[in-house]
């Protein structure tokens, strides 16, 4: 009884103590909401979301900090329609007596997503290690949700995680300090946005490096150049009162991992996409004071533009300054990401893969990195070794795509990337050297296929390839060799092995973009010899789709289902066609109902039906939401589509 009592009392004490659990390298989830309801609040513009959560106590030291974001459709409700902006905040510290910090630690443009599936979820990341040292002990997170849509019948389930990496930090943070944070006017000449990017002086001689963190978007459409969302300008950055930086204040759109979305998702905008987390831009500057350098200053510029008629574009603004000492260790190299194979959301457009898989590597030390050590490979099977040379500064990050074939043997594998010898020498911090990833196998294709290709009105803007693991092009079609409108098949007889297939579209709208239905309709699809769907792309793909296969001796177990079900256009007057494809020629059912599902407003038999494009109209149907639906022996395929009388 004494030994059970003595066992009792020492499990509690190690499960009181946060010292004694915490472990380098050791990984703690603290989830601040968890599927939480979120709706807009059309009389504000933004309803708040907050949440207290206890994160580590300050004994414990993070080398990582990475925020999780999901989004999922709600319950019995569709997905929200607009692409909003949603702020997630470290409001308060200790309690809710304290003081507001207001420090906006990342933020989202939720997705365009009337048309999602009711099963539909995508997560995100953001790196939030420059913040870290405020995530301890009681803290206020605040999801502010903005937009003026309805709140009765659509909204998002929102999960915020936070990802905290226990170790010694590659840098020591000695402070921060607010630079400029605010939603500001462009265009203005009443009210210049320069009015509010004030010089920044400071002072902190313990510091080594000062970090600039400018989180910067454009929002409005003016009636001069549609500014600032739409309109492509430049920010300059001076330190010292010397340029430091110039860019333009643009990200593009049309390689989103998210697709297709309802809206206007492919469209280039002011550093940010529909449905996808915004990224900072990070300056490091190496301080130095003397008796001629008593200070040093900070600033920003925006492009000189005004707007003669009515002004109304701004840009929001969220940025710090960080006062850090040197780097701890002199060669400190971590492996930040593997890219590819993974099966995360944010890389699916890179995945999956089997061969020259793909990392993002840090150089957390105080010396240039030249060289390093990788060894990688599948669990279980035998590492390959890349030497990587190259230059990457202090605090920087590069990408590396390593040589060699992964297969995999089942569907899901675990692949390992372990980094060694920086610069020639031993990791000072060998925690983050390693990290695993999951390898989904490619999908297993016929040794020959048929490759069909239907352009639309734009074939211009087309082109594709067909490369093995050399690197070495089986087929492909340049750009202004297709012509519209036309079915181009192409038999392809391949060997055992790991292939690319690229199909690319130069103006990042695919070949089928809902917001321009006068450039038409086209698809892309591989069966075998006998026209049996080995894979079938969705044509709504922005700038391109690419996807690595296998080639066995054998011939594939077909992975893709029919039917197959396009609507176009998918937001219409009315009127519009189903194109359709299946495996074999059957007796099938068309039938079209209301978003409740509860009316069936349209029905029609198609027998002995194989594939063809077949019209509908119903120019006499009220507006709104409804499911086109095609009911085969095997299965029932469901589409969402929108009518809508609006020119």
């Given at each position: 009884m004494k030994i059970y009592l003595l066992l009792f009392i020492v499990s509690a004490i190690l499960l009181s103590s946060e010292k004694v659990l915490s472990v380098t390298g050791d990984t703690i989830h603290v989830i601040t909401h968890r599927k939480e309801k979120v709706i807009t609040d059309p009389s504000k513009g933004f309803k708040a979301y907050k949440n207290w959560a206890n994160f580590p106590s300050e004994e414990i030291s993070y080398r990582k900090a990475i925020l999780h974001i999901t989004y999922q459709c709600p319950d019995s409700q569709r997905c929200g329609e607009w692409?909003?902006?949603d702020n997630i905040y470290l409001r308060r510290k200790g309690s809710a007596n304290d003081s507001s910090l207001d420090i906006e630690l990342a933020r989202m443009i939720s997705p365009y997503g009337s048309r999602f599936a009711p099963d539909w979820k995508f997560s995100w990341k953001a790196d939030i290690t420059d913040f870290s040292f405020l995530l301890h002990d009681s803290a206020e997170i605040e999801f502010n949700h903005t937009g003026y849509e309805s709140n009765t019948d659509r909204g998002w389930l929102i999960t915020l995680d936070f990802e905290l990496i226990e170790g010694t930090p590659a840098m020591e943070v000695l402070g921060y300090e607010k630079l400029w944070t605010g939603s500001f006017p462009y265009g203005n000449k009443e009210d210049d946005i320069e009015n509010y990017l004030k010089p920044f002086k400071f002072k902190n001689e313990n510091a080594d490096i000062a970090r600039i963190r400018i989180l910067q978007t454009g929002h409005g459409m003016d009636d001069f150049e549609n500014c600032a969302e739409f309109c492509r300008k430049y920010r300059k950055l001076f330190f010292d009162n010397e340029l430091a930086d110039q860019r333009d204040i643009w990200r593009q759109c049309g390689d989103n991992p998210l697709y297709p979305q309802a809206g206007t998702w492919i469209y280039d905008r002011a550093n940010w996409c529909p449905g996808a987390v915004v990224f900072p831009h990070i300056?490091?500057?190496?301080?130095?004071?003397?008796?001629?350098?008593?200070?040093?200053?900070?600033?920003?510029?925006?492009?000189?533009?005004?707007?003669?008629?009515?002004?109304?574009?701004n840009y929001v603004f969220s940025s710090y300054i960080f006062y850090y000492k040197n780097p701890v260790f002199e060669n400190d190299v971590s492996i930040e990401e593997i890219i590819s194979?993974?099966?995360?959301?944010?890389?699916?457009?890179?995945?999956?893969?089997?061969?020259?898989?793909?990392?993002?590597?840090?150089?957390?030390?105080?010396?240039?990195?030249?060289?390093?050590?990788?060894?990688y490979g599948i669990a279980g099977e035998t590492e390959q070794t890349f030497d990587w040379s190259g230059n990457i500064e202090s605090s920087a990050a590069a990408e590396i795509i390593l040589d060699?074939?992964?297969?995999?043997?089942?569907?899901?594998?675990?692949?390992?990337?372990?980094?060694?010898?920086?610069?020639?020498?031993?990791?000072?911090?060998?925690?983050?050297?390693?990290?695993?990833?999951?390898?989904?196998?490619?999908?297993?294709?016929?040794?020959?296929?048929?490759?069909?290709?239907?352009?639309?009105?734009?074939?211009?803007?087309?082109?594709?390839?067909?490369?093995?693991?050399?690197?070495?092009?089986?087929?492909?079609?340049?750009?202004?060799?297709?012509?519209?409108?036309?079915?181009?098949?192409?038999?392809?007889?391949?060997?055992?092995?790991?292939?690319?297939?690229?199909?690319?579209?130069?103006?990042?709208?695919?070949?089928d973009f809902w917001f321009n239905p006068e450039e038409g309709y086209g698809f892309v699809r591989i069966t075998d010899i006998n026209g049996t769907l080995i894979k079938a792309y969705n044509s709504d793909f922005g700038k391109e789709i690419r996807q690595q296969f296998i080639v066995t001796g054998n011939p594939?177990?077909?992975?893709?289902?029919?039917?197959?079900?396009?609507?176009?256009?998918?937001?219409?007057?009315?009127?519009?066609?189903?194109?359709?494809?299946?495996?074999?020629?059957?007796?099938?059912?068309?039938?079209?109902?209301?978003?409740?599902?509860?009316?069936?407003?349209?029905?029609?038999?198609?027998?002995?039906?194989?594939?063809?494009?077949?019209?509908?109209?119903?120019?006499?149907?009220?507006?709104?939401?409804?499911?086109?639906?095609?009911?085969?022996?095997?299965?029932?395929?469901?589409?969402?589509?929108?009518?809508?009388?609006?020119?």
């Open positions: 692409d909003y902006i300056y490091d500057f190496k301080l130095n004071y003397d008796s001629k350098n008593t200070e040093h200053t900070v600033d920003i510029e925006m492009e000189p533009y005004i707007n003669p008629n009515k002004p109304s574009a194979p993974s099966d995360e959301d944010v890389y699916s457009r890179n995945n999956p893969v089997c061969k020259f898989p793909k990392l993002k590597i840090k150089n957390n030390g105080n010396k240039v990195l030249t060289d390093l050590k990788i060894n060699g074939i992964v297969y995999g043997n089942e569907k899901k594998n675990i692949f390992n990337v372990t980094l060694l010898n920086p610069n020639g020498l031993e990791d000072e911090y060998a925690y983050d050297n390693s990290k695993t990833s999951v390898l989904i196998m490619p999908q297993i294709f016929d040794p020959k296929i048929i490759l069909t290709l239907k352009t639309n009105n734009t074939a211009s803007q087309n082109f594709y390839r067909l490369v093995n693991e050399k690197n070495i092009i089986l087929r492909q079609k340049d750009c202004g060799t297709l012509e519209n409108n036309k079915v181009y098949t192409d038999t392809i007889s391949m060997s055992a092995g790991c292939y690319e297939f690229l199909l690319g579209d130069t103006a990042n709208n695919g070949l594939s177990v077909k992975e893709d289902i029919t039917p197959i079900l396009n609507i176009f256009p998918v937001r219409n007057p009315g009127k519009f066609f189903c194109d359709i494809f299946l495996n074999e020629k059957q007796n099938i059912l068309l039938q079209i109902t209301t978003e409740d599902k509860k009316k069936i407003i349209f029905k029609k038999k198609l027998n002995n039906f194989k594939e063809g494009m077949i019209d509908i109209d119903l120019s006499k149907v009220k507006e709104g939401f409804y499911f086109v639906n095609v009911v085969s022996k095997d299965k029932t395929v469901t589409k969402k589509m929108k009518i809508k009388r609006d020119g």
